[in-house]
């Protein structure tokens, strides 16, 4: 099946600090990539639609200038985290589009202090 | 406005038996559904899914029901298995939205020797 990576799987920053979340289609091409995140106990909510070579689609109330995304390969988005704050403290889960399914990676836990 | 709610957050079954895990929608855009197994730290694993033009769709030991005019699905698990234990999402996207998933909020499930 097609597998999905994240790097870093989780990663702790200082607040105010940005930080880079990668995410490859490690045997296909997505043209689409999709950004989550998981806060505990709680449902996955869409923050974003990475489309390669374009602008990415932001869900409503997300702000596009704090979580910059970045789609410059058919196989690697990127989203980064920018003057990270304790509340965006989270687990980021990324999925890439593949003909009819989404695969999703293994998901990077963030822990801003 | 959660469109999607699984309204059980926990479920206990003893192995070999049915385990039946329940989700509702409210938006009638909605046509595909899905459902997820997730691991804590881990990204979500698809499981199975239906299309609104059915009612039911088998793989091995999983079964979606889906009830449009009552907007329900459930998943149902049979012989439930330790391995199974884990928390279950459902997923709903809309036509419009190809692939744009909405997630109901988990049900843990547990299945017990």
């Known amino acids: 099946g097609a597998v999905v990576s994240q790097h870093p799987s989780w990663v702790i920053c200082k607040s105010g600090t940005s930080v880079k979340i990668e995410c490859r289609s490690l045997?296909?091409?997505?043209?689409?990539m999709f950004w989550y995140r998981q806060f505990p106990k709680q449902s996955l909510m869409l923050m974003a639609t990475?489309?390669?070579?374009?602008?990415?689609?932001?869900e409503q109330g997300v702000e596009k200038d704090k979580f910059l995304i970045n789609h410059a390969s058919l196989t690697l988005s990127t989203l980064t985290v920018t003057s990270a704050h304790p509340e965006d403290s989270s687990f980021y889960i990324c999925?890439?589009?593949?003909?009819?399914?989404?695969?999703f990676g293994p998901g990077t836990r963030l822990t801003v202090t | 406005d959660q469109q999607v709610k699984q309204n059980s957050p926990s479920l206990s079954v003893q192995e070999g038996r049915i385990s039946i895990l329940n989700c509702d929608y409210t938006?009638?855009?909605?046509?595909?559904f899905l459902w997820y197994k997730k691991y804590p730290a881990e990204g979500p694993t698809f499981l199975i899914s239906?299309?609104?033009?059915?009612d039911k769709n088998e793989d091995g030991r999983f079964t979606v029901f889906l009830n449009k005019s009552a907007k329900h699905l459930s998943l149902h698990i049979v012989p439930s298995q330790p391995g199974d234990s884990a928390v279950y999402f459902c997923?709903?996207?809309?036509?419009?939205?190809?692939?744009?998933?909405?997630f109901g909020t988990g049900t843990r499930l547990l299945v017990s020797p």
């Open positions: 239906i299309s609104s033009i059915k």
């Open positions: 938006n009638s855009m909605f046509d595909y």
């Open positions: 999925s890439a589009r593949a003909v009819n399914e989404q695969y």
């Open positions: 997923a709903a996207s809309a036509r419009t939205g190809f692939q744009k998933l909405v």
């Open positions: 045997d296909f091409q997505a043209t689409t």
């Open positions: 990475s489309n390669e070579g374009s602008k990415a689609t932001y």
